[in-house]
């Protein structure tokens, strides 16, 4: 019990209070049985109001209760003894509102009209002054005297900085600082008449009504929702159900006694009884009227285990398996020892996952196998078929990865020279004069010549520097180039190339991924941004070796099948278009031969593939001017993303490019450039740590021609 | 109807009080009981609460007991004070939590053809309510009087002191508890709400400082001293019943 209440109660009642019954009748030997009684529940310290009062600034335009003028007004206490006690009330971080009556060097004075916010006093009458020293009153921006800005009568909202009950003295301050948190939002400074509150006003006016009439014409009064607004102010909490009765205490309710858990219950009664005549149908064959059933179950009680299990069923069996398998998850949400759904569920999975194999997805029927596996170790039909399936991804993975090592053997580059670089640089700009001057051709054969020429060109640029990396990569290059353009026939190259490190999804993407990218050159016909792809790949291959670009046509081919789309960006990817590009660059050879000008395995593919009928020249222009976003962005991308072996290797590439690009890069794709870079580091990053462009763009190259021929055997 | 068992007490239980409280006052008490247990656990407000006590307590002004089962016309109030109060409830609800107040520890009930008719005597006994009320279902309560007094009042406290004493809550308790009773439809809403801060304030000891007129008068000009005093007494009563009915 609080003491403090207690000792209240017992100094207000008197001895009688332990008197229990009172000889003497009247109210007030009641109301001490009373409190005698019921001592332990009124002075317990829960029953305290737990809310600390907060005060909070009225809105003055809408009234959700009756504001009503103090009570002390009413009753009209004397000046004296409301003096008292307002000064017993007031406090600090209180707003105050009075009126200047005299202004000061030091600051001016105020005569208290009233308080405004939680504290309802109206002390106009009591002719109190408070002060308001010059250095609480805000500076003004100008220079000038903040006081000037007040005048002799003006209404002031302030806050109380101070109060001297002993001297009856009290500061106050127009910094919003001095007002206690929840009052932040007042005005504090001039305000006018109509700022006034409204418990001062109506009392003002209403000195001679009477309280009651007062309530009663208030507008907030007549609020059907005042009570709750109320009962949230003054800190009532009304799921704690006071009550002074015994029997009414709240540890006597039960849990389960409440309407809505019996009401929960009921209904899942209901919706089970739903449910076995759903089963019932069922059984019988009658899947019509099995489903209303189950449905029915299902609005009675939502989430009905029982019901959802046996939907589930019916839609597997049905052949709807998506939803059957949502439902037995949403029934093992509710309940995760279901026996029957988690069987169900496996079985399902393990048949959507067959489905999804017949369609080829086979990436996301091996996550489903996996999750069949994960409910139920021992599901021997879900292991089989994961099996069988990983075999199956395996399979395709190797094919892959040979063709990828085939092209990797072939991209082996030594460059990490800036001198390189600015080789590539003036080779690209070569490349662009010579794509313009050139007519546009279409075989191979002109395009090898433009290459041919542009390759010496770019031979004598790179002269001093390529001569030691350049013979070595040249004759990498001339194996390369030869055994590019066998493989570029082959759709299964045979080279080893390293097991990329993510499992068959990256694969699948990739392959995908390849043949969209080719299509989608296809479609976009000369994009600037290939001919970035195509520069960077130039850049690259020209770094490398003056020769290269005579013995590699197929350097650029391997391009990335993704120049320009920012699809997947995974290594894998890109180990999985190489093979792919290759094959389709194979195909095509016009791009062979741009690819041999373009540095950006990427580019060079796309190039050929999109533009078949296109200039070598100007190919070589984009592919150069790729070649320097490529390199651009090679180097961010390379930075970002994977930087593993052939990073290094890739940004001394991205530096050659670099000078290169910032020469020409603007208008290229950006996106295709970073396609690119990834690619290529991708490329790296699978396959050897040697880092020759003009490898990668063989293998992209090769690559792309690879996806040019899926898709287009897709298409058939 | 078999599902509600009436009460059977025993007459006179050594009660040799002044006050002689029949069986009618004891089975009104605990129907009353009733309500505001069944009105916790279906999670109404006070307001409907209150308004579902008060409709019983002015059925059974104008009705006698033999003739109605109170517990089904208690039941049937709490329904129509859902409505009137735009706390809606339904009739499932209400079903289920008396029959567990009356089997408690039961399963809740099948949906089946008994049920059905427990909730036509429901329905029928509304109308019932209804007809016998003359259809005035709405009562001015006496709780947003108190909380505007209480406001009043605080007003006048130290705010410290204020937030020490629990005179709200046990204001509110005091007048939730007061619907045990037939005084909450006796008496004008501002005057019992009056009488429920007078006392609380009086359990308390806390004083007001004093004026020209007593700050009960002045929240409420026509009501008397010797009214609170009888309201008080009343309310004091019906805690006196609890001990002796339940």
């Known amino acids: 019990m609080d003491r403090d209440l207690l000792r209240q109660s017992l100094s207000y009642h008197g001895q009688s209070l332990f008197m229990g019954d009172a000889d003497a009748p009247g109210g007030t030997s009641i109301v001490e049985q009373f409190v005698a009684r019921k001592a332990d529940l009124l002075f317990s310290p829960s029953w305290k109001s737990t809310s600390i009062v907060q005060y909070e600034l009225q809105e003055e335009t809408s009234e959700p209760y009756a504001v009503m003028p103090p009570l002390e007004q009413f009753m009209e206490v004397p000046e004296q003894e409301r003096k008292d006690l307002f000064y017993r009330d007031v406090e600090r971080g209180d707003v105050i509102i009075g009126r200047i009556t005299s202004i000061r060097e030091f600051g001016f004075f105020v005569a208290l009209i009233c308080t405004g916010g939680g ?32 005048q002799i009568g003006d209404l002031i909202r ?44 109506r009392g003002a006016s209403d000195c001679c009504e009477s309280y009651e009439k007062i309530l009663e014409s208030s507008l907030g009064f007549s609020n ?14 009304e799921t704690l159900s006071p009550s002074l009765m015994r029997g009414l205490q709240k540890k006597h309710f039960l849990e389960e006694d409440f309407a809505d858990n019996i009401r929960k219950k009921q209904s899942a009664s209901w919706a089970l009884k739903c449910v076995k005549t759903g089963v019932d149908h069922f059984k019988a064959g009658r899947h019509v009227e099995a489903m209303n059933e189950y449905n029915k179950a299902l609005e009675i009680d939502t989430n009905n285990v029982e019901a959802l299990v046996a939907r589930g069923a019916l839609y597997a069996t049905k052949g709807s398996l998506v939803k059957a398998i949502d439902d037995f ?3 093992l949400e509710t309940c995760p020892s279901h026996r029957n759904a988690k069987k169900y569920l496996c079985q399902t999975l393990v048949e959507r996952g067959g489905q999804l194999e017949e369609e080829k997805k086979l990436v996301t029927a091996e996550g489903l196998y996996k999750k069949a596996l994960t409910l139920d170790d021992s599901f021997r039909e879900a292991e089989d078929a994961l099996r069988k399936l990983q075999m199956h991804i395996q399979k395709t993975l190797k094919l892959r990865e040979q063709e990828m090592a085939k092209e990797q053997e072939k991209a082996k580059t030594v460059e990490t020279s800036a001198e390189k670089l600015r080789k590539i640089l003036k080779e690209e700009k070569r490349m662009k004069r010579k794509r313009r001057r050139s007519s546009s051709s279409s075989s191979s054969s002109s395009s090898s010549d433009a290459t041919s020429s542009s390759s010496s060109r770019q031979k004598s640029k790179k002269k001093k520097h390529k001569r030691r990396h350049s013979s070595h990569s040249h004759k990498k290059r001339q194996r390369r180039v030869s055994s590019h353009g066998y493989r570029s026939d082959e759709e ?67 391009c990335p099948a993704e120049p320009g789309k920012a699809k997947d960006r995974h290594g894998d990817k890109c180990l999985g278009s190489k093979p792919l590009e290759r094959d389709v660059n194979g195909r095509e050879r016009v791009a062979h031969s741009d690819h041999r000008k373009s540095d950006t395995p990427h580019m060079v593919c796309k190039k050929r593939v999109s533009s078949t009928s296109e200039s070598s020249a100007h190919r070589r222009y984009s592919s150069s001017s790729a070649g320097s976003e490529y390199s651009h962005k090679s180097e961010t991308q390379s930075r970002d993303i994977h930087s593993q072996g052939m990073s290094s290797h890739r940004w001394s590439d991205a530096d050659k490019k670099e000078s290169r690009d910032s020469r020409r890069s603007e208008g290229n794709g950006h996106r295709s450039c970073n396609d690119y870079s990834q690619k290529s580091r991708r490329f790296s990053e699978g396959g050897q740590k040697k880092e020759l462009p003009s490898n990668l763009v063989d293998i992209f190259s090769q690559i792309a021609q690879f996806e040019k021929e899926k898709s287009t055997k897709q298409k058939k | 109807m078999e599902l509600v068992g009436r009460s059977h007490e025993g007459r006179g239980s050594g009660d040799v009080a002044k006050h002689e409280l029949s069986q009618d006052i004891k089975t009104h008490f605990r129907v009353c009981r009733f309500i505001i247990e069944t009105g916790v656990k279906l999670r109404m407000r006070s307001m409907p609460v209150a308004t579902a006590c008060a409709l019983y307590h002015k059925f059974f002004e104008s009705a006698d007991l033999p003739a109605y089962e109170p517990y089904l ?83 006048l406290l130290n705010r410290h002191a204020c937030a020490r004493t629990p005179i709200t809550e046990t204001a509110w308790a005091l007048l939730k508890d007061s619907y045990h009773g037939p005084v909450c439809v006796r008496h004008r809403p501002q005057h019992l709400a009056l009488s429920v801060l007078y006392l609380a304030m009086n359990s308390y000891g806390v004083e007001l400082p ?37």
């Not at chain 2, 008397?224 to 008080?232: F, G, P, R, Y």
Request: aromatic share 8%; with cysteine.
């Open chain 2, 73 to 155: 016309v208690a039941m049937a109030a709490i329904y129509l004070a859902g409505k009137v109060e735009e706390q809606h409830l339904r009739a499932r609800d209400i079903i289920n939590v008396c029959h567990r107040y009356f089997k408690p520890g039961c399963e809740p009930l099948e949906l089946d053809g008994k049920f059905w008719e427990l909730r036509d005597s429901v329905v029928h006994c509304e109308l019932l309510i209804l007809r016998k009320l003359n259809f005035q279902v709405s009562f001015i309560h006496p709780h947003k009087y108190l909380l505007h007094y209480l406001l009043s009042v605080r007003g």
């Open chain 1, 158 to 201: 302030a806050g109380v900085k101070d109060v001297d009950r002993y001297q009856e003295k009290i500061t106050i301050s127009l910094h919003l600082s001095s007002l206690c948190p929840s009052m932040g939002k007042t005005k504090l400074g001039v305000i006018s008449k109509e700022d006034l509150p409204l418990h001062y006003s």
């Open chain 2, 210 to 246: 004093a004026g020209e007129a007593e700050w009960w008068q002045v929240l409420c000009e026509d009501v008397t001293k010797a009214e609170i005093d009888a309201i008080v007494s009343e309310l004091m009563e019906l805690y006196n019943m609890e001990a002796r009915c339940t």
């Open chain 1, 119 to 150: 504290l309802e006093r109206d002390v106009e009458d009591l002719e109190l002054t408070a002060l308001c020293p010059i250095r609480e009153v805000p500076s003004t921006r100008s220079h000038d005297d903040p006081l000037s800005y007040y």
């Open chain 1, 329 to 331: 998850e949403l029934a």
């Open chain 1, 492 to 558: 299964d190259a045979e080279e080893s190339y390293p097991a990329p490190a993510n499992t068959s999804a990256s694969f699948i993407n990739q392959k995908h991924a390849v043949a969209q990218l080719f299509e989608d050159e296809r479609s976009q016909g000369m994009s600037k941004s290939s001919g970035s792809f195509c520069a960077s790949s130039a850049a690259e291959v020209l770094e490398d070796s003056r020769g290269r670009f005579e013995d590699d046509p197929f350097e650029c081919s391997p």
């Open chain 1, 224 to 237: 059907p929702t005042n009570v709750d607004v109320l009962l949230v102010k003054l800190g009532i909490d």
